[in-house]
């Protein structure tokens, strides 16, 4: 019940994040200190779920760290100086991942809406304006869970919501940024707990 009520507050919590994004990319001053961030990303870990077998004989091979996910958010800038900022930022999006054999409807899909709060320490570098930035926070994973399609409709693991932390390291030029990332999470599915772990690869619009 807990998740069902999670999953129905995802949406508006989207929304009112898309709208700060909106805001913070409009022009603005050069000593505003509101910013934003539209970010996609990979993650590849964590310990694989209870497998399956589809009709044509194969075996599903989701993990808890293999998650496509996309996230948006509003930063402040706390503290600026010469080519050095400290700032703060609020992210929330979606994650999800599907397997199954080609040419059916057999899929297991995983979901997950990842709340995170983060703080980054940013450096100017000397080569062609790059930004380096690193940091990390809190992440908090809200409902979702996995169901089934096809002759597996009907099936579905429960994954409780779960904290953890992020570590993440990348390079900002001309409001792209290129990164990697290491996310520590222990969620419990169906009662067991076990390990969301993963190091994950994004890009993301960062309008400076």
Do not use: C
Not at 70 to 81: E, H, K
């Amino acid at each position: 019940m807990r998740a069902t009520h999670a999953k129905t507050r995802v949406p508006a919590l989207l929304t009112a994040l898309l709208i700060l994004y909106l805001l913070a990319v409009l022009p603005r001053t050069a000593h505003a200190q509101w910013g934003a961030e539209l970010r996609t990303q990979i993650g590849f870990g964590g310990d694989a779920l209870p497998s399956v077998t589809y009709s044509d004989g194969s075996s599903s091979d989701l993990t808890l760290g293999k998650l496509f996910t996309v996230t948006l958010g509003p930063s402040y800038a706390l503290w600026r100086s010469g080519g050095s900022a400290l700032v703060l930022q609020a992210m929330a999006g979606w994650s999800r991942w599907n397997t199954g054999p080609k040419d059916s409807d057999d899929r297991l899909e995983i979901n997950r809406f990842p709340v995170e709060a983060l703080a980054f320490y940013m450096q100017r570098l000397g080569y062609k304006g790059w930004v380096l930035r690193v940091g990390g926070g809190g992440v908090y994973h809200i409902g979702g869970g996995v169901k089934g399609s096809g002759s597996l409709k009907g099936y579905r693991l429960d994954i409780d919501n779960a904290l953890g932390a992020a570590g993440e390291v990348s390079v900002v030029s001309r409001g792209l940024s290129l990164g990697v990332r290491y996310t520590h999470i222990r969620p419990v599915v169906e009662g067991v707990g076990m390990d969301g772990s993963s190091i994950g690869l994004f890009v993301s619009m960062v309008p400076m």
